[in-house]
């Protein structure tokens, strides 16, 4: 039967469990079906929309007995729009099948760690301190559709800010009536110090600095607004060259009692709020002595190593990161919070680093990728009595954890 399947066909089925991408899966005949907008425990009526070789896809066409996990989506385009994908589950199931997901990833790596509870806020919207969104020349704004470049627009986002929301709609006006051929994307940031406003661009256009201003004056919570050109086709959204168009060239924002100043393409936690959780429990979990030295990989503007320095008895921080801005970030804010014993290092972390070699502590907090097995190797051969890792991946760090053979893991967040 399975290999009978074909697009258009129709079928009745029960979703069984869900992607990380928030597609139901289901099976017809041992073929494995990802049907959009299914939540598990629903039965559906679905019509098949692409078949390949392993897999097909499939969009619901009727709900025939909901899922008791499904929640009415109080948004209006989550069932077309690309930016999010568990608008249509309640907020407990999220965070169990989060949990499930790091699960499975450990037991496919061969690693059966005890997986505690999901920390989480409770706030499920308005907690997106930073965003990028496509851009038309015609001033059409939003996320892509799944699997497209066609621009879905809202008139708000529940995930973000709500400052961003008339930032989006005043800039988006401006456009339509004024069209910037040259526009690739809008990015906003924000924190207590006020909004950052960036347009990306393939090029310097002519009505950059008037934009900027004419925003600055409407919105005076924006006391930032930066041009960044990108000439390269690739999805990669920012380029190397900022231009400072109006205000200042950073923000800063307020992160568990630190103040902490952020460039544009500085990586920063989107959820400050969970952040502040995640690094307490990384804290708590890190033991950390009196006297320590710590080193922190892929450090970005410093808050995780900033924290642990301020909050322990430790003697010394040693930063690691290969963006300059963020290392010049990380400096600064070191010195905005008094802290005299930390160092920050540009140099990438995968490469040869004597600093690993002085710490008794290493905190990692790797892109999506993860560690390189050549890094992996060293800490591991490193006199340092711990590692402690901080994932956005449960893959790769299931990955990582299980290439640590020598390590026990506690615990996993």
């Not at 540009?346 to 790797?366: F, K, N, Q, S, T």
Request: charged share 25%.
């Amino acid at each position: 039967m399975a290999d009978m399947i074909k697009k258009n066909d129709i079928y009745t089925v029960e979703i069984t469990d869900m992607t990380n991408l928030g597609a139901g899966v289901a099976r017809v005949g041992g073929r494995v079906i990802f049907v959009n907008g299914g939540v598990d425990g629903d039965t559906l009526v679905i019509k098949i929309i692409k078949v390949a070789r392993d897999y097909c896809v499939a969009r619901c066409e009727r709900i025939v007995i909901p899922s008791p996990h499904r929640a009415q989506s109080a948004c209006a385009v989550s069932n077309r729009c690309g930016g999010c994908v568990y608008r249509n589950i309640t907020y407990e199931h999220e965070l169990e099948l989060k949990r499930s997901r790091v699960i499975s990833a450990f037991r496919k790596a061969g690693l059966n760690p005890e997986i505690t509870g999901v920390l989480n806020t409770g706030v499920r919207d308005g907690w997106r301190n930073k965003i990028q969104l496509p851009a038309g020349p015609d001033g059409k704004m939003g996320y892509y559709a799944p699997h497209s470049h066609e621009i879905i627009e809202f008139g708000t986002c529940l995930l973000h800010r709500r400052e961003f929301d008339e930032i989006i709609g005043f800039i988006g006006a401006c456009i339509r009536t004024n069209p910037i051929k040259s526009l690739r994307h809008l990015c906003l940031r924000t924190g207590e110090g006020g909004v950052m406003v960036c347009f990306v661009a393939w090029d310097e256009f002519a009505e950059a600095e008037t934009l900027a201003e004419a925003v600055m004056k409407r919105f005076p919570e924006v006391k930032s607004a930066v041009l960044n050109i990108n000439a390269d086709d690739t999805n990669v959204i920012f380029g190397d060259r900022f231009i400072t168009l109006a205000g200042d060239d950073f923000i800063e924002d307020i992160l568990l009692s630190l103040r902490f100043r952020i460039s544009p393409r500085s990586f920063y936690q989107v959820n400050r709020d969970a952040a502040a959780l995640a690094y307490e429990k990384l804290r708590e979990i890190a033991g950390i002595r009196p006297g320590d030295v710590i080193c922190d990989l892929f450090c970005g503007i410093g808050t995780i190593g900033l924290y642990l320095i301020k909050n322990t008895g430790a003697s010394r921080l040693i930063g690691v990161e290969v963006i300059g801005e963020a290392v010049e970030n990380a400096r600064i804010n070191a010195s905005l919070n008094g802290i005299t014993n930390a160092e920050f290092i540009r140099a990438d972390a995968g490469g040869e680093l004597d600093v690993i070699g002085e710490a008794d502590i290493i905190v990692v907090d790797p892109p999506r990728k993860g560690l390189s097995p050549g890094l992996i190797s060293r800490i591991a051969q490193s006199p340092a009595r711990g590692v402690v890792y901080m994932s956005c991946d449960p893959d790769t760090l299931a990955r990582d954890c299980r290439a640590f053979c020598d390590i026990t893991i506690v615990w996993v967040r």
